[in-house]
């Protein structure tokens, strides 16, 4: 499982690099969706620390809400974090003449790297990293 985790969290890192550079490139609606998808593969990670996965996305946001964030695992905020970076990121990809600010698009980035380090932090103390 250790294998699984690591991986996970590598995939979060590529992915949150690349929604940096494509922020620096002005790509706004891109890094969003990097920064999504670094944020929805470190929250994998810990899923599979309980050796659970889900093939929706709204079943993975479920269980980690149920599961850690109302257990108070990790702050709430983290639950606010996680919904909005989903669907800024639906939007960006669904809706029509969606327009994604330079600011917006650096606020996620942000508080998307936040919560990956969180989750890194909680992984390592938990020896699962």
Request: with cysteine; proline share 0%.
């Amino acid at each position: 499982m250790d294998d699984l985790i690591q991986y996970r969290i590598d995939v979060a890192k590529e992915k949150l690099k690349s929604a940096y550079i494509l922020l620096e490139a002005g790509q706004y609606k891109d890094s969003i969706g990097r920064s999504y998808y670094a944020l929805f593969s470190a929250v994998r990670a810990v899923l599979a620390k309980d050796q659970v996965d889900f093939s929706k996305h709204a079943g993975v946001i479920a269980y980690f809400q149920k599961s850690y964030i109302k257990t108070e695992i990790f702050e709430r905020k983290y639950s606010k974090y996680l919904s909005s970076a989903f669907q800024i990121r639906n939007s960006c990809d669904y809706d029509d003449f969606y327009i994604v600010s330079k600011a917006s698009a650096e606020e996620q980035y942000r508080k998307v790297k936040e919560m990956i380090d969180v989750i890194i932090d909680y992984l390592c103390k938990s020896e699962e990293l």
